[in-house]
């Protein structure tokens, strides 16, 4: 059949169609019994029109997908093909039903090579996508395993096909089209004498399936981001600052945001306010004023109607110590706190800020989020440790001096975003303070980062300001698409990494600093990364 002759057509399955449908069904399936009787084609029809699809060619129909509803819970355990029918061979289509049901899938002979049967089981994801369903299932013969009967076992069989050392027509392709094995089924279809009465139960999980919930209880997955790039600059007072931080807030969320970014230390000016001439004592003065800035951004959060992540602040610690810390503060009052785990040798040396001991993924209205302050997104450990709590998307405000450091936190970000299909938000300061300490000169371009696949921008960049400018960059995440590139992507790096070889954990630190534990830390305690 050439391909210029080809006429195709993709619809749904007519009661006037069965005379070809019989036609092909007694072709295709002389070993076990032909064709449906009418009747029960044309029950399945009526109860489940969409789920039975057809290809025709000029008007001949040369491939069909019959499919039923079912409970999942029934059917993903192990049955019979007998189990589907009912009296008078009657297709037990369940009009409740939470996933389809694969009940044939046939292609005429003489158009086989053409991918057909793809194009059958693409229509029929797409059925179960659009739908809301759980997934698909189906009971696979596996025709040839008669060949290998008397030298192994079923379950053998299966594993040699999987690693392609033995071709099987049906299960090579339904593992070709996304399916899993689930289990070997016995006795599913006796009748089956080149199967010799087994089949695989396979399925393909629908990962955009959302169980039946209220509405308000439903988590968005639409999310729209508002980066403030924050100009350092002098300030008379903290009603300043905070009047500044107010604006900005304002002006994002009446673009209805669900998130406002502010950057590392944004608040540092004010050690203008006081004698710098002792670095730790300004440090000091600065991480006085932390508390009302939090209380305050906490009830901006909560009047405007949108989460912020309130960049970083000096923070004094029950311990005496010094913290570089970021607050998410909820629009619903919740505030949140992430320190700065790794220390530059700037903020060690003059200001003598410690490192923190946490590392959480936190639960928001629009997804779950990660946090890491400047330095830290140069650790890969860290963001992939968040990756395992399946994060969204990850926040860093930073604040760099120049174009290089800016660099390094810019390609770390970009490496983490692509490795751990997640997305990254970059939010930095800009501006010249000479007259403060460790101020004079500011360098930022804010920026989102993406996974680098069809579904997202060619360079993988969503967002990004003009350099060393104040302004605000707002930003779409579809976090939809993560869910799809990590399961069906061009390549799928959380998937396919090798934890036989290695594996990450983090140590439980609450002996050091009785803080409280964090979720997803490993049982024994410890921070490994062995291979």
Not at 133 to 154: D, K, T, V, W
Request: net charge negative; charged share 25%.
């Amino acid at each position: 059949m050439s391909l210029d002759d080809l006429h195709l057509n993709l619809r749904n399955l007519a009661p006037d169609d069965y005379p070809q449908l019989k036609t092909l069904m007694d072709a295709v399936y002389d070993d076990i019994g032909g064709a449906w009787p009418k009747h029960t084609i044309d029950k399945l029809i009526g109860e489940f029109p969409d789920g039975q699809i057809l290809i025709e060619d000029d008007g001949r129909i040369v491939g069909v997908a019959l499919t039923a509803l079912v409970d999942y819970d029934e059917f993903s355990n192990p049955h019979k093909y007998d189990d589907l029918i009912g009296h008078r061979e009657v297709i037990l289509n369940d009009p409740n039903g939470d996933a389809l049901y694969g009940l044939d899938v046939l292609i005429d002979p003489a158009y086989r090579g053409h991918r057909l049967g793809r194009r059958l089981y693409e229509a029929r994801k797409e059925l179960c996508r659009s739908i809301n369903l759980r997934s698909i299932l189906a009971g696979g013969r596996i025709p040839n395993y008669h060949q290998y009967a008397a030298e192994m076992s079923p379950t053998e069989y299966l594993e040699k096909v999987a690693r392609k050392e033995i071709h099987d027509p049906i299960l090579s392709f339904q593992l070709a089209n996304d399916f899993q094995v689930k289990r070997l089924l016995r006795k599913y279809l006796p009748e089956d004498e080149k199967s010799q009465g087994y089949a695989t139960l396979l399925e393909w999980n629908n990962i955009l399936f959302e169980p039946a919930e209220r509405v308000l209880e439903t988590r968005k997955t639409q999310v729209r981001v508002g980066a403030v790039q924050w100009q350092m600059r002098e300030f008379a007072s903290v009603e300043s600052v905070l009047q500044q931080v107010e604006y900005f807030v304002d002006a994002v969320a009446d673009y209805q945001s669900d998130f406002a970014v502010l950057p590392e230390l944004f608040n540092t000016p004010l050690m203008g306010l006081t004698d710098q001439s002792n670095q730790i004592e300004a440090i000091r003065f600065l991480a006085g004023f932390t508390e009302r800035f939090k209380s305050e951004i906490s009830r901006m959060a909560v009047s405007f109607n949108i989460n912020i992540i309130a960049g970083s602040m000096v923070e004094i610690g029950d311990d005496g110590k010094l913290y570089n810390v970021s607050y998410l503060c909820h629009r619903d009052g919740e505030i949140d706190r992430q320190a700065k785990l790794h220390i530059t040798p700037q903020e060690r040396r003059d200001w003598v800020v410690e490192g923190g001991d946490e590392l959480r993924v936190f639960d928001t209205d629009a997804g779950r989020v990660g946090i890491l302050i400047c330095y830290d997104v140069e650790f890969p450990e860290l963001p992939r440790l968040l990756a395992d709590q399946d994060m969204d998307i990850l926040f860093v405000p930073f604040w760099t001096d120049t174009k290089n450091s800016y660099l390094r936190v810019r390609h770390c970000s970009q490496a983490r975003a692509i490795e751990n299909e997640c997305y990254v938000v970059l939010c930095g300061s800009v501006g010249n303070v000479p007259s403060i300490e460790n101020l004079d000169i500011q360098y930022a371009q804010s920026s989102v980062f993406s996974p680098s696949d069809f579904a997202f921008p060619h360079d993988a960049v969503l967002s990004e300001t003009t350099p060393n400018t104040e302004m605000v960059m707002f930003s779409d995440l579809d976090l939809t698409r993560l869910k799809v590139v990590r399961s069906e992507g061009s390549v799928t790096n959380l998937k396919d990494r090798r934890q036989d070889l290695y594996d990450l954990r983090l140590r439980d630190w609450s002996w050091k600093s009785g803080g409280r534990q964090s979720g997803g830390r490993d049982a024994d305690g410890r921070l490994d990364e062995s291979s």
